[in-house]
């Protein structure tokens, strides 16, 4: 097992985020989980969980909230559809300013590794997703804003999420950001997640993934080895819809 790492999971009441605090505190880390609700937190997680109560619209307290962490997963993302017509928690706070925000404190208080659960599709305005409160292209500047840093990230972008199924052995993982019809489980996104965590190879580094069904015995880690870093692909932010 790595060495046990302090880890801040943003989002840790999600359903990717309650998945990835669970694998990580079962692989032995110390999970900090940052969530709106303590008393929803408290169903969900384990009671070893250190919760952290806190807004995410609130970027005051940021840099308090990273102190002292070697690693950010930031999994929140804004509830489009109902946050952009009937209330304030949108896709610009949560998807762009929020991630800025936090990765701006976490390169301020040398934190090791910044994963950012972003999505498919960030590239292409016009797929139907983006209609909800323009979200892919507000990830889209999240991603950006988190490049810009020095920090050593890694950004996942998955397809379709689902609740059922567990093959992370089956999951491909790519860098042209093509749409793709197939999904893949919030389990597997939370397990390739785990495997990102501390891992040297993976450096400032951008990959969709979804999965195909196709049975193969290709560890995820040798998977990552074949993903380009950032600074060597140009570009990568910008294909067009139907790629
Ligand atoms: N759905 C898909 O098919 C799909 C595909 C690709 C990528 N993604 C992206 O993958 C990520 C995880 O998706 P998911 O479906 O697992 O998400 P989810 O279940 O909707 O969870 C979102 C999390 O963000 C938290 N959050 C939202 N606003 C907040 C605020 N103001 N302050 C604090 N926390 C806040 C929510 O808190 P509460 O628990 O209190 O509500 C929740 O924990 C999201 O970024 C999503 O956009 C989704």
Redesign the pocket.
């Known amino acids: 097992m790595a060495d046990s790492l302090n880890i801040l999971v943003v989002?840790?009441?999600?359903?990717?985020?309650a998945e990835i605090v669970s694998k990580l505190y079962n692989a032995g880390h110390t999970v900090h989980a940052?969530?709106?609700?303590t008393v929803?937190a408290q169903h969900l997680l384990s009671p070893d969980i250190h919760l952290i109560e806190?807004?995410?619209?609130d970027y005051s307290g940021y840099d308090s909230i990273v102190q002292g962490k070697d690693i950010i997963i930031y999994?929140?993302?804004?509830?489009s559809f109902k946050s952009y017509y009937f209330g304030k928690?949108t896709p610009k706070?949560?998807?762009y300013q929020s991630v800025r925000q936090m990765a701006m404190a976490a390169e301020n208080h040398s934190v090791k590794q910044f994963i950012l659960?972003?999505?498919?599709g960030v590239t292409h305005p016009f797929f139907f997703l983006n209609v909800f409160g323009r979200?892919l292209s507000w990830k889209l500047k999240g991603e950006k804003a988190l490049r810009s840093t020095h920090l050593n990230y890694v950004i996942i972008r998955?397809?379709?999420?689902v609740d059922e199924g567990y093959a992370p052995e089956q999951c491909i993982l790519y860098q042209d950001d093509k749409i793709r019809n197939q999904s893949i489980s919030?389990e597997e996104v939370a397990e390739i997640t785990k495997q990102c965590v501390a891992n040297p190879d993976l450096l400032r580094v951008t990959f969709e993934v979804v999965k195909d069904g196709l049975q193969t015995n290709e560890p995820l880690s040798s998977k990552f080895n074949r993903l380009i870093p950032d600074q060597n692909r140009t570009p990568y932010t910008q294909v067009k819809i139907n790629a």
């Open positions: 989002g840790a009441t999600g359903r990717t985020g940052l969530v709106r609700n929803k806190h807004d995410l619209r999994a929140a993302g804004s509830t928690n706070h949560i998807d659960i972003s999505s498919m979200v998955p397809g379709k999420l919030r």
